[in-house]
């Protein structure tokens, strides 16, 4: 697995840098939002595979989590049921867990906000899950239309989220920082400067 002085390095780098620096090949749907604008985690991923309706699998996570990890839930999309409330964030939040990414919902939005918990979901609803027994937890698993495994890095803010494979995860950092580097040298050479914003929209027009 990664290291956490990796993960936490990314936690400084927008995710479009990284996604730059991986061609964007693993943002997950742009469904999947954080619940506040000013969330952003980074860290290891301890993955969820859980039917539609049953969150069992997620408290079986919980229960095996490190604090950093985040918990990336494998819902299938589905809106109809949440996979955890403000209930399950608050004990999330106590075991020092970094966060959830979920493809499916989350519900008791206000008091999930009030805890000030990172929550990335593709949305939130009403109606509870059950705990029927199954699923499975650190396994492979799809996650907003991304392959997601054990031990992956997982970044997201305010743009999204997206998927560092753990034995990619040293290229790309560096990639992510050379790509930072360039957009701040290119954002400087055409600061409230005219002629040289011309200059660049010319370049790259005649790229066409």
């Known amino acids: 697995m990664p290291n956490k002085a990796i993960s936490e390095q990314f936690k400084s780098?927008?995710?479009?840098?990284?996604?730059?620096?991986?061609?964007?090949?693993?943002?997950?749907?742009?469904?999947?939002?954080?619940?506040?604008?000013?969330?952003?985690?980074?860290?290891r991923a301890l993955t969820v595979k859980m039917p539609i309706g049953d969150n069992y699998s997620v408290m079986k996570a919980l229960d095996a989590a490190e604090p950093g990890d985040i918990i990336v839930i494998d819902a299938k999309g589905d809106l109809s049921r949440a996979v955890a409330g403000d209930f399950v964030i608050g004990m999330a939040k106590t075991l020092g867990i970094a966060g959830f990414v979920?493809?499916?919902?989350v519900r008791d939005l206000e008091a999930c906000?009030?805890?000030?918990?990172?929550?990335?979901?593709?949305?939130?609803?009403?109606?509870?899950?059950?705990?029927?027994?199954?699923?499975?937890?650190?396994?492979?698993?799809?996650?907003?239309?991304?392959?997601?495994?054990?031990?992956?890095?997982?970044?997201?803010?305010?743009?999204?989220?997206?998927?560092?494979?753990?034995?990619?995860?040293?290229?790309?950092?560096?990639?992510?920082?050379?790509?930072?580097?360039?957009?701040?040298?290119?954002?400087?050479?055409?600061?409230?400067?005219?002629v040289a914003v011309k200059k660049y929209l010319k370049e790259q027009i005649g790229k066409a």
């Open 102 to 105: 979920v493809d499916g919902a």
């Open 113 to 194: 906000k009030a805890l000030d918990f990172p929550i990335f979901c593709k949305g939130t609803t009403i109606a509870a899950g059950n705990k029927a027994g199954q699923g499975e937890i650190n396994t492979a698993i799809s996650c907003g239309g991304v392959p997601v495994q054990p031990g992956d890095i997982i970044v997201g803010d305010c743009d999204g989220v997206t998927v560092i494979p753990q034995a990619k995860a040293e290229d790309v950092l560096a990639g992510s920082l050379e790509k930072l580097k360039k957009d701040d040298e290119r954002a400087a050479s055409v600061s409230e400067d005219i």
């Open 13 to 43: 780098i927008p995710t479009t840098a990284i996604s730059d620096a991986m061609k964007g090949m693993n943002n997950l749907d742009p469904s999947i939002k954080p619940l506040k604008d000013t969330y952003k985690i980074s860290g």
